[in-house]
């Protein structure tokens, strides 16, 4: 009882240590994204970098919790991927285009790991959800992104659907 609880206490404490460092990483680069007109190239480049390397490292935590199998910290990697590509979903002064970019990401990794049984009634209930949230995170994203508690029920709700 006590292993487990300190195996806890320590996981909880790398993911509130990883989530602080990402969320200062990605904050404080797409706001220099943000600042460099779209139309030059150095404004593409970082409008691909910032969200890419973020999907990046979402990725490589992705395939390390792909070995959810291992009961002490698959699921802890898990839960940094659902969170690093939920978090990025919320930038402000994203167009259409990479929001769409974003949100494929966030689905592929979604179908391929949690569902991949596609004519299950699992799968439609994640669809539906899923296109809903995404729905409602694209015109409400700057109220929610600068809220505590919105923010936090909008990854609760992707962390539910996966």
Not at 28 to 56: C, D, F, H, M, Y
Not at 83 to 112: K, P, S
Not at 136 to 153: D, E, L, M, Q, T
């Amino acid at each position: 009882m006590v292993h487990a609880l300190l195996l806890y206490t320590a996981q909880a404490v790398m993911m509130l240590l990883f989530t602080t460092g990402f969320v200062n990483y990605q904050n404080r680069n797409w706001e220099k994204a943000i600042a460099i007109p779209r139309n030059t190239w150095q404004g593409i480049w970082w409008r691909i970098w910032v969200p890419g390397l973020a999907s990046v490292v979402a990725l490589l935590f992705f395939a390390v919790s792909a070995a959810r199998d291992m009961p002490n910290s698959g699921l802890l990697f898990n839960a940094i991927t659902v969170f690093v590509l939920t978090f990025v979903m919320f930038d402000a002064d994203t167009d259409f285009w990479e929001y769409i970019a974003r949100l494929a990401i966030l689905f592929v990794v979604g179908l391929w790991y949690y569902h991949t049984e596609i004519g299950s009634l699992n799968f439609w209930i994640m669809i539906t959800f899923f296109a809903g949230w995404s729905i409602v995170v694209w015109f409400y994203r700057s109220a929610i992104r600068f809220h505590v508690g919105r923010h936090i029920v909008a990854i609760w709700t992707v962390a539910a659907m996966f």
